[in-house]
């Protein structure tokens, strides 16, 4: 969906890359699969005040959702121009 590979380098302009409708499709099975199949609940990923430790899903992560939404206004202004 995005056009930097995992490693920073820009993908080739040739590629065709997914839409963001797929990408929200990834995201819905990720958060079905750490809700559900990992018990981990809907409750945003933070970490704990007292342990430290990491807590919730991470699909429904602040970092995860600005990502979502700063990639849907690329997709708009890819698709409008």
């Known amino acids: 969906c995005d056009e930097i590979n995992l490693d920073g380098s820009e993908k080739d302009k040739s590629k065709e890359r997914s ?3 797929h990408a929200q499709k990834m995201r819905a099975a990720a958060t079905f699969g750490f809700g559900r199949i990992h018990g981990l609940g809907m409750l945003a990923w ?3 005040e ?3 430790k990491m807590l919730g899903n991470p699909s429904v992560s602040e970092t995860l959702t600005s990502y979502m939404l ?3 206004r690329r997709k708009v202004c ?4």
């Open 19 to 21: 839409t963001f409708t």
């Open 46 to 48: 933070h970490r704990s």
């Open 50 to 52: 007292y342990t430290g």
């Open 70 to 72: 700063s990639l849907r």
């Open 78 to 81: 890819i698709y409008i121009f």
